[in-house]
């Protein structure tokens, strides 16, 4: 056979980029030489495609109607790039409905792979007309992939529609290296940004939770913040700040360039993933974290998050919502070096051995071999 051709179906490859599409990115550059990609992506507005490592085809969205783009024209998209590529597997991240009815159009030799990021938590009430749909999609599906084992369990939404046989688990993996080399911005932002820095960074989202992290700061008068990233809420978080008057210690970085961000990893003393519903699955932001050697704080919300930041081991975890236990587990990060240092060691000791690019194209590659092989 010749050389293996994929379409990936990533969401979106704008600037605005999320935690589906730095995987997606991910899984291309760790399998570039080793497999031909096509990314096919909805538009939101008229952002253009990134400089990407693989080609890729954006469908445009007509509307946007319960934060899902409507892209009538994806399914007609797939089936001219599969005319013209001949795929031998189509690769969904899900929760995305219209990649699903895109991959569905394609004919039966296509195999399908899914990897199932997070069950539909927002939009919950509209699961009840979409189940059937996705779970022919799932009977399709040769492969269905997670990145931690808990993601089986603590998802009732996969656990109900996956087959066992059919379940493999491929961490996210990532080029780590650069998180640890020490970046030349890294003293500038320490200096700029003062002494006893937590950093946070994502969409400013309702699942994500900055809000409890921005009033657990009014406990900690020495402590400052930086939260990367924007987003819908991002003036209501501004607000909050300046309500729990703490709007001199936290500051706002916005969109932060890729080329900076091991910068501020490195400039803070904790990092904090205070996420407060389970759409947060597994926090790529905790490995960046970790492989730079920082200790992370993040919410127990009994899925992957706490499989990737163990408590006690590479940082602490306290309840979602809890502002005053966030308070108190990053105080006793920020007043003990030694703890920090322990466990920020064994943090990246952990993204070292678990989230490497390299696992990641292994356990990738090894998913589209047994997607290939498998009996429908």
């Known amino acids: 056979m010749s050389r293996l051709r994929v379409l990936l179906f990533g969401r979106y490859a704008d600037a605005e980029t999320g935690g589906i599409e730095r995987h997606v990115r991910s899984v291309v550059?760790?399998?570039?030489?080793?497999?031909?990609?096509?990314?096919?992506?909805?538009?939101?507005?008229?952002?253009?495609?990134?400089?990407?490592?693989?080609?890729?085809?954006?469908?445009?969205?007509?509307?946007?109607?319960?934060?899902?783009?409507?892209c009538p024209g994806m399914p007609a998209m797939a089936r001219a790039l599969h005319a013209r590529h001949r795929f031998h597997i189509a690769h969904l991240h899900l929760p995305d409905p219209m990649s699903h009815f895109a991959a569905a159009s394609l004919p039966p030799e296509?195999?399908?792979?899914?990897?199932?990021?997070?069950?539909?938590?927002?939009?919950?009430?509209?699961?009840?007309?979409?189940?059937?749909?996705?779970?022919?999609?799932?009977?399709?599906?040769?492969?269905?992939?997670?990145?931690?084992?808990?993601?089986?369990?603590?998802?009732p939404q996969l656990g109900e529609l996956a087959p066992q046989a059919k379940r493999v688990v491929v961490p996210f993996g990532f080029e780590l290296a650069r998180y640890r080399a020490p970046h030349p911005r890294a003293d500038e932002l320490r200096k700029s940004l003062g002494p006893k820095l937590v950093f946070a960074l994502g969409r400013h989202v309702y699942y994500k939770g900055f809000e409890y992290l921005v009033r657990a700061m009014a406990r900690l008068p020495e402590a400052r913040?930086?939260?990367?990233?924007?987003?819908?809420?991002?003036?209501?978080?501004?607000?909050?700040a300046?309500?729990?008057?703490?709007?001199?210690?936290?500051?706002?970085?916005?969109?932060?360039?890729?080329?900076?961000?091991?910068?501020?990893?490195?400039?803070?003393?904790?990092?904090?993933?205070?996420?407060?519903?389970?759409?947060?699955?597994?926090?790529?932001?905790?490995?960046?974290?970790?492989?730079?050697?920082?200790?992370?704080?993040?919410?127990?919300?009994?899925?992957g998050i706490t499989w990737v930041n163990q408590h006690g081991v590479t940082g602490l975890a306290v309840p979602p919502r809890d502002e005053a236990a966030l308070a108190a587990a990053l105080g006793r990060l920020l007043g003990d070096a030694a703890l920090?240092?322990?466990?920020?060691?064994?943090?990246?000791?952990?993204?070292?051995?678990?989230?490497?690019l390299g696992a990641l194209a292994a356990g990738t590659l090894g998913v589209y071999q047994k997607a290939l092989a498998a009996s429908a």
């Open 242 to 303: 300046a309500d729990a008057g703490v709007a001199d210690r936290v500051v706002f970085a916005g969109r932060i360039a890729e080329a900076d961000l091991p910068a501020y990893y490195q400039a803070c003393e904790v990092f904090c993933l205070p996420a407060v519903e389970p759409s947060e699955a597994f926090g790529i932001v905790q490995v960046e974290a970790m492989a730079a050697g920082k200790p992370v704080v993040c919410s127990e919300l009994h899925n």
């Open 225 to 240: 913040l930086a939260i990367g990233g924007t987003g819908p809420l991002t003036a209501s978080l501004r607000a909050a």
């Open 340 to 356: 920090r240092k322990r466990l920020g060691d064994a943090g990246a000791a952990r993204a070292a051995s678990a989230f490497s």
């Open 110 to 155: 296509v195999r399908i792979v899914v990897t199932w990021h997070s069950d539909i938590v927002r939009q919950r009430s509209l699961y009840g007309l979409y189940r059937p749909l996705l779970r022919r999609l799932m009977a399709r599906a040769r492969v269905v992939v997670a990145a931690t084992p808990v993601h089986f369990t603590s998802m």
């Open 29 to 70: 550059e760790a399998l570039q030489g080793e497999v031909d990609f096509v990314n096919l992506v909805e538009g939101r507005g008229f952002a253009a495609a990134r400089d990407w490592p693989c080609p890729v085809e954006v469908s445009r969205a007509l509307a946007v109607v319960a934060s899902l783009p409507i």
